[in-house]
């Protein structure tokens, strides 16, 4: 769980207007207020705002609660959206923008990023990115694969043309994983499903070998910890900061 301490009004850093479906009052379609307190909403007063790494315009990106690696991400819509398919076309681009960004943040450190989102018992959209060593990649899909056979499920490897919004109708749940290469691996099949499936995939021996990092709440750091990492992370992520760009608009 992510959770902050102090919220983000709606001009956003420096001033600038954001978009107006991501706030109170101002709801898209799409953007549903949830019925308590939500911990992933900025506008949350609650939030601890020292995980956050960058806030772009529709997207934000922090660094989760008990952490696979020190520079595992999350990337989260500012407003209150369930999912990638339900989000609207501004907030699923400024997520591959993100992506794009911390994959070349990878690239740059000689590593690989896989990310993976499960829609399933959650109520605010967040995508998982994890970096890892390229020479694991070879493992990442039959490891995929096999741990969703134990489990009773069968993840399919999606099309080169397809995308999420053609597999799966908003409302239903989804896990969905993108590899290295580019390719992804779906299922719906959301019966008896791990909830931190994606998490004991990627904690296994043939990827990053740290098991005992599997569930969340058994590597939760101090929060000076906390605030170190996600400094190195700012710094590491500064040369591909998109949002550096927007707020000097």
Known sequence: MLIFKSG?????????????????????????????PCWFCLSNVDAEKHLVVAIGSSCYAAMPKGPLTDDH?????????????????????????????????ANK??????????????????????????????????SFT?????AGFELVTMGPDENLLDMVNEGCPYFVAELPDGSKLFTRNMK??????????????????CEDK?????????????????????ADFKPFDFTADDDSD
Do not use: Y
Request: aromatic share 6%; with cysteine; charged share 25%.
């Open 8 to 36: 983000v009004g709606a001009e956003g850093r420096n001033g600038r207007k954001r978009n107006n479906f991501l706030f109170p009052g101002n709801d898209g379609p799409r953007n549903k207020q949830p019925a308590g």
């Open 109 to 142: 450190q000689g590593k690989a990023l896989v990310s993976f989102e499960r829609n399933f018992r959650t109520q605010h959209l967040q995508v998982q990115m994890v970096m890892i060593d390229k020479s694991s990649t070879k493992a990442l899909k039959s």
């Open 192 to 209: 008896g499903f791990p909830l931190q499936f994606g998490r004991e995939v990627l904690a296994s021996t043939p990827i990053l070998d």
């Open 146 to 150: 096999s741990a969703a056979a134990c």
């Open 214 to 234: 599997v569930d969340w709440k058994s590597c939760v750091l101090s929060k000076e910890k906390e605030t170190e990492l996600v400094n190195k992370l700012k």
């Open 73 to 105: 991400v999350m990337v989260l819509s500012v407003g209150h959206i369930q999912s990638q398919v339900s989000a609207p076309v501004e907030v699923r681009d400024e997520i591959e923008k993100f992506k794009n960004a911390f994959t070349l943040m």
